[in-house]
């Protein structure tokens, strides 16, 4: 027995028997029942050989049998699929989905698993913040039930209420789009199907929250995305997909690299890993230890610039904190972060962290080996301003 959909209704087809879409289909050697609900009828089609036979309000009328979109094998077979003499079940192309995710990768996601028929049970949020969340927006836009919680743990165990209002779903899986909260076990493997989570990189390698960033400090020259089921680690569960062949250049910084490159490869990758799961061809391929590295949240620590490296570390430095926290340096105890920085290929006789001035609009600065070119700032409490605007005279000091 299968259920599956009619193509040009496979989108709600998938959201069960009470869209137009649905049929539940028998195949049985050379014959095949249909019966497709519709509201207030209820249409039975028997296919034989050279024979269609339906039954509609009880009148039973003979047809040729349409030309078939998948070819017909004779005593089995369904497409390129050789199909056992005794029915069996197929699973249905939509699935029921928790999604929790947040901003414009997760509204992404959302739109694209909704509108190709999989049911979305649930939207998980963050809270109302300074700006409209645009998961939530859109979640509630479409009706959708919509949860916003800060935290899924007190105390390192799971919050009965939470899991109870998440198994109450009936999920057949979670789609984690871009999580920054803590799920706990008894949500995240929940679903019958646990779940699928993003990370915006070629796991194994780059574990953690900070994957980007990391990616350009580090010097990796190749970038990529991941869509793993997540286990007891941080980023260890095993890749559903992934996806490679992103080149990281000079040009690049951690901003840039997502929305530019990684953001899109991210949106198709996890709407392909649940049609994988939908239809039960997903391979769950453990990664190799061997190449595993992980490396902890970036922060204040990892963004102060130490002037005594060479320029070729600190200008990875600063594009790998861009757009935050920014690359810390300090003037006159004052604290200065830089930005939209490139290395250029000249050299300086000036100590390291020295202000040379303006070129083009943007503040040149010496260090080991090379000299900086940044295009923002941003001084103390106040916003990020173009270089040119800074004040920032030549010949100031940076340390």
């Known amino acids: 027995m299968s259920y599956r959909a009619d193509d040009e209704n496979i989108a709600s087809a998938g959201q069960g028997f009470g869209r137009m879409g649905g049929y539940v289909q028998w195949k049985y050697k050379f014959w095949e029942l249909k019966i497709i609900p519709r509201p207030l009828l209820c249409q039975v089609t028997v296919d034989f050989p050279g024979l269609r036979l339906v039954s509609l309000f009880g009148i039973i009328c003979a047809f040729p049998p349409p030309r078939a979109t998948e070819p017909w094998s004779g005593a089995q077979g369904v497409g390129s699929h050789v199909q056992d003499t005794e029915p069996r079940r197929v699973t249905a192309v939509g699935l029921r989905i928790a999604l929790f995710g947040q901003a414009a990768f997760g509204k992404d996601v959302l739109v694209r698993l909704a509108d190709a028929g999989h049911q979305i049970v649930g939207v998980y949020a963050p809270p109302d913040g300074r700006r409209p969340d645009p998961l939530a927006v859109e979640a509630d836009e479409r009706g959708f039930a919509l949860f916003r919680h800060r935290l899924f743990r007190s105390r390192g165990t799971a919050i009965p209420d939470l899991v109870t209002e998440h198994s109450g779903l009936e999920a057949d899986l979670n789609v984690l789009a871009f999580v ?5 076990p008894e949500i995240i493997d929940g679903p019958p199907h646990g779940s699928l989570c993003f990370h915006p990189s070629l796991l194994p390698r780059f574990r953690g929250g900070s ?20 286990d007891e680690g941080v980023d260890t569960g095993p890749i559903v997909v992934q996806r490679g062949g992103v080149e990281i250049t000079g040009e690049h910084t951690a901003g840039s690299l997502y929305f530019n490159h990684l953001y899109a490869l991210g949106v198709d990758a996890m709407v392909d890993a649940v049609a994988a799961v ?21 922060g204040e620590a990892e963004a102060r610039v130490d002037w005594t490296r060479s320029a070729v570390e600190i200008d990875r430095q600063l594009r790998g904190c861009d ?15 830089l930005f939209d920085c490139r290395l250029i290929e000249e050299t300086s006789s000036e100590r390291a962290g020295t202000l040379l001035g303006l070129v083009d609009g943007k503040l040149r600065i010496s260090a080991a080996g090379g000299v900086l070119s940044v295009g923002r700032v941003r001084i103390g409490d106040g916003k990020k301003i173009a270089a040119a605007e800074s004040g920032l005279l030549p010949g100031r000091v940076l340390s």
């Open 323 to 337: 757009p935050q926290p920014g690359g810390r340096a300090e003037l006159d105890s004052e604290v200065v972060r």
């Open 180 to 184: 920054t909260a803590i799920l706990p």
């Open 211 to 230: 994957a980007l960033s990391w990616q350009l400090i580090e010097g990796e020259r190749e970038s990529g995305v991941t869509v793993f089921r997540p």
């Open 278 to 298: 939908a239809d039960g061809s997903a391979r769950y391929v453990p990664q190799d230890e061997s190449k595993a590295t992980s490396q902890g949240l970036v």
